[in-house]
Every structure is written in C-alpha cells, then in structure tokens.
C-alpha cells in the first residue's frame, strides 16, 4: 500500500528491488544459454576435407592433407566377389595417375554380409599383402544408419544415395565436392575417364597458377 501522497512505501520498495534483481537475473541467465548454445553448437562441415577420421590403426587424421587432389573414396571389403578386381583395378589407377593429384581412399566396411569381418590393421595388410595396393586404407567404419561415418554419410548426402553393396565410389574435387559416383557394377573404364579428365583439369589450373 502506498503512503499518502502517492509515495512508494518501504515494503514497496523492497519488491520492486526484488523484482529489479530477478528481472536482471533472468536476462543474464538467458545471455549466458544463448552464448553457450553458440559456443557448442558444432561446426558444420562444409565439404569433404574438412572432417577428420581415423586411420588404420587408429589415429586420428585430418583429410585437409587431401585438399587441391582428386580423391576416389571407395567402401572396401576383403571377402566379396568384386573383391580381387576391384582392388587391381583401384591400384592401377592410383599408381597410373600418382600421389601428386589424385589418391584413392580406402574406407572398410562390414555392413553388407559377412564380406569385411576383420579388424582394420589386419584389413590393410591383407589388402597390402594379396592385392599389392599402396593407396591409403582409414579405419573400418559404418555407412549405414545412425552411426554412419560423418565423413562418408557427407558422400552419400551429397548424391543423395546410399551404397547397397561394397565398392561404391564416389569423385572428390579440389575444393572437396563430390562431382560423381558409381556403383559397383559400373564399368571402371568410366570411372577411369571421369577421374583422368578430373586430374588433367587440376593439373592446368595449377601450372596457370605458376
């Protein structure tokens, strides 16, 4: 109740400095969600090079290295029918066009039948050991649901399709945009066409940088 003459009394004024402070509180409360909501949200990946993965044994590594190259980045599996000449056929590839502007990456997976059961050093060997490949070989990982690889469910929403068999793969730019994918069945002699035209345009850009 206020006092004669309009006056605030001394229960009202402690009310009004109560309501002062919770008001003051529930502002800062609120700035300080907001900026923390902005500090955690996490950053979203804008192309393929930007994700890190892990390796075969492990270790986590950037794919920033692959940055300026053409990359063919290929589910892979040990135990498959297209197993044998698909990997001569990627180890040509990668030996023909070399190291300096293309790679082929190698991404284990055992999600289609009981074609890739093994661990992911023991993976890479025998890759190495039977097949000769000298490309890079990343940790088995998942491509399907849920707990698909980040860096590979990037691929697979970015043609919009998702593999149903091993040895899909997908073209990677320079800059880290899929440009292209077959499926396994797709003739490699495509993709060998599309990913030399690739390497080529690459290699005229940078020595018009020069």
């Known amino acids: ?6 006056y605030p009394t001394k229960s009202s004024k402690a009310r009004i400095k109560r309501l002062r402070v919770l008001v003051s509180m529930t502002v800062g409360v609120g700035c300080l969600f907001l900026l923390q909501t902005h500090l955690v949200k996490p ?3 804008k192309d393929f090079y930007s994700f890190e993965v892990k390796d075969a044994r492990g270790r ?9 190259k053409a990359s063919l980045v290929v589910n892979v599996a040990s135990h498959c029918q ?9 180890q040509e590839l990668h030996r023909e066009l070399g190291t300096s502007h293309f790679n082929v ?22 890759a190495k050991s039977t097949y ?3 490309f890079p070989f990343f940790s088995k990982i998942k491509i399907l649901g849920t707990e698909a690889e980040p860096a590979f469910r990037f691929l697979t929403d970015s043609v919009q399709k998702i593999p149903k068999w091993n040895f899909w793969k997908f073209l990677v730019n320079q800059e880290g945009k899929v440009i292209r994918f ?14 030399t035209a690739l390497v ?11």
């Open 182 to 195: 077959w499926r396994t069945d797709e003739s490699m002699e495509s993709v060998r066409k599309e990913v």
């Open 60 to 68: 986590t590594v950037s794919l920033e290295k692959y940055r300026g």
């Open 132 to 134: 000769g490949v000298t």
């Open 1 to 6: 109740m206020e006092a004669l003459g309009g």
């Open 82 to 90: 297209h197993t044998e000449a698909s990997y001569k056929s990627l």
């Open 105 to 126: 990456l190698a991404f284990p997976c055992g999600q289609f039948g009981d074609t890739e059961p093994g661990f992911s050093r023991d993976i890479e060997a025998f």
């Open 43 to 45: 950053r979203k990946q």
């Open 200 to 210: 080529r345009e690459i290699i005229i850009r940078k020595r018009g940088e020069l």
